[in-house]
């Protein structure tokens, strides 16, 4: 029974404990092939990531183990364990037989690339519309800034919901001391509505808190945004705005250093000249102003929607699609989802509601994040990059990007936060030589770099967009992070860290060097002597050879089988990958402490390579029956480099057809019964005669040894097994040829 | 001491003449809400179901109307009701009182109701307007309510009419 066998067994196996009910959730995803890579693609929102196919990452439940017959790769502190994907089992197949089951609390895909900021509250699901807008990709660049503050005039808030206020975190996204209740004539809430409540959390909720939902803007962990309530209701009943007081609240919010003003009312009149004044006096100091169109399929906005200086904000369902009740028409800026929005409600409970209502403060919550990494930004900027940053929905036709029922398109968050971030980078060198100069470019006008290190061993002085770092500590191995902040206006915009390296004046790299490792990742002491074993060659064993830093490659260097491409991650290993590779399987090289890789290859090409450009190379050698008339060591170099030039960093590769393995099919029986001594080869193959009787058919053997292919080594011509004494033959790769009946076969053995 | 007087005096008030119990096919009945006191207890209680707080219907859908109540006696009226405010007196020797509420936007309001009898079913016609005042921009349950003739109806079909169409 064959391996590949066993493990389908296996896998039918956990399929029969489908009974067992507690899954592991699978999230929705899309996979997608492009030529050799697989892409995966979450509901949640995250980019396309390429999919190592040959790792797949679970966590176990409490109290289970793994099954012996999976092969771990690596695991973590945290119980996250790396499987390998067994052979010709694909990995699709594999991920969701183990999701089905009951063993694994998480089965995921491991991909390289972007992975968004996913936050822990627990009713995080429910919030559809986050992803729809694209949010969680926007989280990777901000999850909002307190220095940026919201308005909401609505109704009154229930701020001592734990999910906005005060709660076991000790801190709140809201606050109340700044903003008045002008139905009530203070700044207390004393009748909180859900209306309110909901518009509050969708903008500010406490995002990764563990309880309720995220907030567009509800920072991850720490305070994000910060609301300003302003209560606007009207004695006339809860569903009623007091028109006569959101002048005196935008005003108030204007002067109290608000950007953006949440409006989730609107009016069918239109006079309101008082309001009209307020609004350009706001938007001319730099607040943004967003409404709701309203919900009663008109064609027309409700204001102040309709107000030329207001962001008007329309509704979509799940399906991406208009809301059937979504006010429409001239001046209709976008939409965002605001049908079944789930969210805060008053009581300390949760809920869903419906309408442009709660479509408005998406939008104004993403305008938050844009100011929070671009606090420069004008109404103006902001109204136009929301616009042009829209996802096109489709069914709808576009007249110079616009449409009559959903503008300018869907909102898309993590277009517009990206296309106002202030990309910058540390330019400088990844490893130190004793001092380094680190600079950053590009940083617009008004803003200034304020620079630090995390590392006592390092100083760090600043000099406006540069710095200079001076390694002040006992030269050794240490890393430090060095971090520009953007200040903007006295807070910090944002920060960019780069990771810098002092090596040694005896450069040394850490916690490796060459030798054998075995297939568990098991490390030899620094210095000791290493001697292959015996039984190298014995395919049930899996050993490395790692070559490093620029070490030449023993002239006694015995071919090593490897069945399993993948080292386990070494934490402090430059690089990981392999050293010695076995034809037809995908090879990820990923480099650790570099600032960029290449690859050169001597001999045979791959069948397929590719580099991001910076530290994670990937590429296949063909299969090893495809390489048997070039049979022998094949080195593939790979030039790992840092930018300090310090040091430079060599990893050697071979590519070693298997000694002993049969090339290509064939009928011929070859056996190495002790390659130091002889060599067994059995080609007879048999002829019917018209007599019924056989005659044995001639085969021819050549040798070719590998060092000296010029010239023939061994020769026979016979139909008869053939034993062939070696013990005299120096050691080299000796390539055998067979043929038999017209039919050429080849194999190739060590001789040690 | 006037309040008590004038919820005596609902009776009195109410134009229509109950001379039998039952429901006359194809008579159209408009509900009689000429009373202050119920006006403003509906008005409460309305304000409640927008607000989130739970007097009628704690258990109803979010997002979907709510199949009206024929109460007939002071028990069933005292079962709809789960708010804190004191309960008005309504006869119910005479009158059938029916509530219900629509999933609506908030800029909706019933203008008008209409019970059309049918035996023992009847139909509720009811006439949304939109208010000319500054709303959130929400849907709500819109509560609505009629004090009508003592009914013996079984159920009731509500049609909803907004801009004169149903």
Known sequence: ?752 | MNRKLRMLMIPLQLLIAIVFMGCNEDVVYESNSDNELLEIFFKKASNDLIGGRMSFFPNRTWDADVSPLIINSDKDFHSAYYGKEQLPTIDFSQYTLIIGALYVPASNYVKKQELICNGADATLNLFLDITDQAVTANFIHELYWGIYPKLSIRSIIVKKYKNGKE
């Open chain 1, 1 to 752: 029974m064959g391996k590949n066998e066993i493990y389908r067994i296996f896998l039918s196996s956990l399929m029969i404990l489908l009974f067992l009910s507690v899954n592991a959730q699978p999230e929705r995803r899309v996979l997608s092939r492009e030529g050799e890579r697989l892409f995966i693609s979450y509901d949640n929102g995250k980019s396309y990531s390429l999919v190592n196919e040959r790792v797949v990452t679970v966590k176990l439940r409490a109290n289970k183990t793994i099954d012996s017959s999976l092969k771990i790769l690596r695991t973590n502190r945290l119980g996250y364990i790396d499987l390998s994907v067994p052979e010709k089992i694909d990995v699709t197949e594999f991920v969701e037989t183990l999701e089905k089951n009951a063993f694994f609390e998480i089965v995921k895909y491991a991909v390289f690339g972007e992975v968004c900021l996913s936050p822990n509250d627990i009713c995080f699901i429910s919030q559809w519309y986050l992803s729809n807008i694209n949010l969680p990709s926007a989280w990777n660049f901000t999850t909002g800034n307190p220095n940026i503050k919201i308005a909401v005039l609505d109704q009154e808030i229930d701020w001592n919901h734990p999910d906005i206020g005060m709660g076991n975190d000790d801190y709140k996204n809201i606050n109340s001391t700044l903003g008045y209740n002008y139905k009530e004539g203070t700044n207390q809430s004393v009748n909180p509505l859900d209306h309110g409540t909901l518009v509050a959390g969708i903008i500010g909720a406490k995002a990764n808190n563990t309880i309720g939902i995220a907030g567009v803007t509800g920072g991850f962990g720490t305070q994000g945004v910060t609301i300003i309530p302003y209560g606007v209701g009207s004695y006339l009943g809860d569903r009623y705005v007091d028109m006569s007081v959101v002048d005196d609240a935008i005003l108030d919010a204007v002067d109290k250093g608000v950007k953006i003003i949440n409006m989730s009312f609107g009016s069918n009149s239109s006079y309101y000249p008082d309001i009209d004044a307020a609004i350009e006096y706001a938007h001319n100091h730099g607040v943004t102003l967003v409404a709701a169109t309203g919900n009663d399929n008109f064609s027309w906005l409700l204001y102040p929607a309709s107000n030329q200086y207001t962001i008007a904000v329309g509704a979509t369902d799940q399906n991406n699609q208009r809301a059937s009740f979504s006010n429409y028409g001239v001046g209709l800026d976008f939409v965002a989802p605001g049908v079944n929005i789930y969210g805060t409600k008053i009581n300390n409970d949760y809920g869903s509601d419906s309408g442009t209502s709660f479509a408005v403060p998406q939008v104004s919550g993403v305008a938050a994040l844009m100011l929070s990494v671009n606090p420069t930004l004008t109404p103006d900027n902001i109204r136009s990059v929301l616009r042009s940053t829209c996802t096109k929905l489709s069914g709808y036709s576009y007249t110079s990007g616009w449409n009559n029922e959903v503008g300018y398109g869907l909102l898309n968050a993590y277009a517009a936060v990206s296309a106002v971030d202030i990309g910058y980078n540390i330019v400088g060198k990844a490893v130190l030589c004793d001092t380094a100069t680190y600079s950053v470019t590009d940083i617009p006008a008004g803003y200034s770099i304020t620079w630090s290190v995390d590392n006592n061993n390092f100083s760090v002085t600043s000099n406006g967009n540069q710095c200079l770092v001076t390694y002040t500590g006992i030269p050794q191995y240490e890393i430090a992070n060095l971090t520009a902040s953007l200040t903007w206006n006295g807070y910090t915009v944002k920060s960019v860290s780069k990771r810098i390296v002092m090596h040694g004046t005896d450069m040394y790299l850490e916690g490796i060097q060459s030798g054998i490792y075995d297939e568990n990742g098991n490390m030899p002491a620094v210095g000791a002597t290493f001697t292959i074993p015996a039984n190298q060659g014995d395919r049930s064993m899996a050993y490395r050879q790692i070559l490093m830093n620029r070490d030449s490659i023993p002239l006694d260097t015995i071919p090593v089988i490897i069945d399993d491409p993948y080292l386990p991650y070494v934490p402090d290993n430059p690089m990981y990958g392999i050293t010695e590779i076995y034809g037809g399987a995908d090879i990820y090289l990923v480099g650790d402490r570099l600032d960029g890789m290449s690859i050169s290859f001597s001999g045979e090409e791959p069948e397929y390579l590719s580099s991001d450009g910076g530290t994670v190379i990937s590429f296949r050698m063909p299969e090893v029956s495809r390489i048997t008339s070039k049979l022998g060591y094949y080195y593939v170099v790979l030039h790992a480099t840092s930018e300090g030039g310090c040091h430079d960093f060599d990893l050697y590769f071979k590519v070693i057809p298997v000694a002993g393995e049969a090339i290509g099919d064939h009928e011929i029986s070859l056996f190495f019964t002790d390659s130091s001594v002889r060599v067994d080869f059995d080609a007879m193959e048999w002829e019917d005669l018209p007599n019924g009787m056989l005659q044995p058919i001639p085969w021819y053997l050549r040798i070719i040894r590998m060092s000296n292919s010029a010239q023939m080594h061994y020769s026979v011509n016979t139909t008869d097994s053939k034993t062939v004494d070696t013990s005299s033959w120096p050691a080299d790769i000796y390539i055998v040829h067979v043929n038999s009946s017209g039919n050429n076969y080849t194999k190739k053995f060590l001789k040690q």
